[in-house]
Each structure stands twice: as C-alpha cells, then as structure tokens.
T-cell receptor
Framework: DAGVIQSPRHEVTEMGQEVTLRCKPI?????LFWYRQTMMRGLELLIY????????DSGMPEDRFSAKMPNASFSTLKIQPSEPRDSAVYFC?????????FGPGTRLLVL | AQKITQTQPGMFVQEKEAVTLDCTYD???????LFWYKQPSSGEMIFLIY??????QNATEGRYSLNFQKARKSANLVISASQLGDSAMYFC?????????????FGKGITLSVRP
C-alpha cells in the first residue's frame, strides 16, 4: 500500500515567492495533518482536517500560510509570500482513528 | 507545563543490548493515547507503537515495548536487542481525548546512538 505522498521533496525558493506543498493521504484515512519541523521549535502542528474540513488551524503562524483540502485524496499548504524563517521540513500525516502516518516531508529552503 | 517531556539529551547503547527511552506526560483527560515515533537521519517519521490510557497491558510491537506507568504518567519506550539501524531520533507524543480530537502533541525527542 502506498503511504502518504508529498511533493515536492525539496524546494528552494527566493524570499517573496509563493510556495505550494502537496499531500496525498493514505486512502481511507479521514484525518490529515500538516506539521512543520525546525531545530529550534521541534515539531509543530500547523493545521488539521477531518473529512476535508479544517478543524484546528491555530498553529498556522500567520496569514501568509493557508491550507486547503478540496477532496479526500489531496491537500495543499501554501505560503505566500515566503520568508527565510519559513525554512523547515514540512510533513503531512494522515490517520484513521489511531496512529498518524507521516509522509517523507518537504524540505523547504527560502533564500 | 509541558504536555510531553523527554529530558534525556542523548542516549548511547551497545549493539544487542536493551535501552529505555524516557517519556513523561501531563494531562487531566482520562482518555488519551501515547505514541512513539522514530526519525532516522533520512528524515522520515516512522510510527512505532501505541498505548491507550485504558489498555490493561503494556503495548508491544516486535522489539519495541512500552512501559506504561499510569500513576507516574510515564510511557517509556524499551528497545530490546538494539541494532545499528536503531540509531535515530525518537519522539514521544500524546493524543488527548477520543478519536474526535486527533491532535498529537510531540516531545522534543531523544537521540539514540547504537555502538557496534
């Protein structure tokens, strides 16, 4: 079975550019999570969805960040405009009533 | 107060020996779940083991077991017969409430190094 799929795996962009991260959850999972991991702050939950509906976006750092889940098999996390402090690894995870299964992450570098 | 505390800065273990990674948690919710994840140097987060607050027995999964001491609010991970591939960062996490609230709170992690 395919796990959580994320793209791109690596992204290098310049400050001010728009960045879109993509995630395909495990089929049948009804929860989807976006996390950010940095050395300084560890793993932070940004937002999560249940049945495509955003449940808690209190972790989204500011209005530059937005996330959507138009259907059960696809979600995006967008940063516009990007800033150097957004550099991090962004993980998507999905779950069905139990453990969360993580994607491989997107390593974002904003210059 | 931190919900998940992992205070060991780094752990070393000899190959084939057992090692315990500590985790304490803080919650007033009677229903919760505890998780351990492994993050090797390649970066992916790998789910290892789960313990529910109402589970009567300690969870086990292959070489992994969870030493769950509810009164002490600890959920230590025990890895038996360590292998070189066990060298990684290990995260303890907690989910409070029922499945309707599936948000996980992670600890800061512990680095484990297995020596040959």
């Amino acid at each position: 079975d395919a796990g959580v799929i994320q793209s791109p795996r690596h992204e290098v962009t310049e400050m001010g550019q728009e960045v879109t991260l993509r995630c395909k959850p495990i089929s049948g999972h009804d929860y989807l999570f976006w996390y950010r991991q940095t050395m300084m702050r560890g793993l932070e939950l940004l937002i999560y969805f249940n049945n495509n509906v955003p449940i808690d976006d209190s972790g989204m750092p500011e209005d530059r960040f937005s996330a959507k889940m138009p259907n059960a098999s696809f979600s995006t996390l967008k940063i516009q405009p990007s800033e150097p402090r957004d550099s991090a690894v962004y993980f998507c995870a999905s779950s069905f009533n139990s453990a969360q299964y993580f994607g491989p992450g997107t390593r974002l570098l904003v210059l | 107060a931190q919900k998940i505390t992992q205070t060991q800065p780094g752990m070393f273990v000899q190959e084939k020996e057992a090692v315990t990674l500590d985790c304490t948690y803080d919650t007033s919710d009677p229903s919760y779940g505890l998780f351990w994840y492994k993050q090797p140097s390649s970066g992916e987060m790998i789910f290892l083991i789960y313990q529910g607050s109402y589970d009567q027995q300690n969870a086990t999964e292959g070489r992994y077991s969870l030493n769950f001491q509810k009164a002490r609010k600890s959920a230590n991970l025990v890895i038996s017969a360590s292998q070189l591939g066990d060298s990684a960062m290990y995260f303890c996490a907690m989910r409070e409430g029922t499945g309707a609230n599936s948000k996980l709170t992670f600890g800061k992690g512990i680095t484990l190094s297995v020596r040959p």
